[in-house]
């Protein structure tokens, strides 16, 4: 029963964790992608920059002397989305708008993003240096300990406050999302766009706000998986540059311009790779005496330090044999 309990807390909470995160942030590059048709590469460090606005709330909260039963990260994220959609609209503003008025290719825009990557990464190495931190340096990150009430079990199920704010947000954050796509005016507007840009112009869809709402629920997004990532684990400048790689994958394992999708696609990859480097001999433990072969200390498909190598896997995998994703998004 311990093993199992293991087994949970590892793989379960673990794929539950990561899974949130990949969804929030496929979310947004696949709503990008869907309107627009490029692929937005500066999205992992739109993440980055919204939990370094949070931070920056978080410490004038602090240096306040405001005191909450919740922690300070968690409270400042509404703010913090809004001031990230505000850049997000000011960074389409700036940098994809003029290249979309010129007929730019989304080949050109891609490239554009990379750029706009680059210039995220530099401005906060700028500002705050290379050094790591973390939104507990004041107050402390409460673990959850619960106790089964079964004989001879002693190891308990375990999980962070932080941990427990990512899953209620995103799926507050999922719900919102189904609601406004479904039964608002500009949700359905903006499905119609993804579906046929060209018929949703002569239909009278304003184009121009559904880009500028597309921008904005992409940035609060971000910001939002940004945030809640940084809170699980600390805060650096390059925090989700190397999760950019699996959340596109997400995205494309969902269906690339489907939002449902993306949800799927995050929660299917953030279970493979904790599964992947689960240590399955833990299971095997208990059946070591029927088993005809012994069991080895360490059995992982994938070393921890490679679990990248999963979304590789996954991403070549689903270009081979369905393109369009699970729910038949737009084709790559």
């Not at 602090?62 to 919740?70: D, L, Q, S, Y």
């Not at 994809?96 to 008025?101: E, Q, S, T």
């Not at 706009?116 to 107050?139: A, H, K, N, P, Y």
Request: aromatic share 10%.
């Amino acid at each position: 029963m311990n093993d199992l309990i293991f087994f949970f807390n590892q793989a379960v909470i673990g794929g539950v964790v990561l899974g949130s995160i990949y969804a929030l942030g496929a979310v947004g590059v696949t709503l990008i992608f869907g309107i627009l048709r490029f692929a937005h590469f500066a999205h992992g460090d739109m993440m980055t920059m919204g939990a370094f606005i949070a931070f920056v709330l978080a410490g004038v909260l602090a240096a306040m002397g405001i005191v909450t039963p919740i922690p300070t990260g968690v409270l400042v994220v509404p703010l913090a989305m809004v001031l990230a959609a505000g850049l997000a609209l000011g960074i389409d503003k700036g940098f994809y708008a003029p290249l979309r008025a010129r007929g730019a290719k989304p080949v050109t825009l891609l490239i554009a993003s990379i750029g706009v990557t680059m210039m995220i990464q530099g401005l906060i190495r700028l500002f705050f240096g290379v050094e790591t931190r973390s939104f507990f340096d004041t107050e402390p990150k409460q673990i959850f300990r619960l106790e089964l009430p079964f004989e001879g079990v002693t190891r308990p199920i375990t999980f962070t406050e932080p941990q427990v704010w990512l899953v209620a947000s995103t799926a507050v954050a999922v719900i919102a999302l189904h609601y406004f796509l479904t039964r608002s005016r500009l949700g359905k507007g903006m499905r119609a766009m993804a579906d046929n840009p060209d018929l949703a112009k002569v239909s009278g869809i304003n184009t121009k706000l559904v880009v500028r709402v597309t921008w904005v629920i992409a940035g609060a997004l971000a910001c939002l998986a940004g945030t809640m990532l940084a809170l699980d684990v600390t805060l650096k400048p390059d925090l989700a540059f190397n999760i950019v790689l699996p959340i596109f994958a997400a995205a494309i394992l969902g269906g690339l311009g489907h939002a449902y999708g993306a949800i799927a696609g995050g929660f299917v990859l953030g279970f493979a790779e904790t599964l992947a480097v689960f240590n399955w001999s833990v299971l095997l433990r208990p059946f070591r005496d029927v088993l005809w072969f012994d069991i080895p200390s360490s059995l992982t498909l994938v070393q921890s330090e490679y679990k990248l190598t999963v979304a590789f896997v996954i991403l070549v995998v689903v270009l081979l044999v369905r393109p369009t994703g699970i729910f038949k998004g737009a084709s790559t």
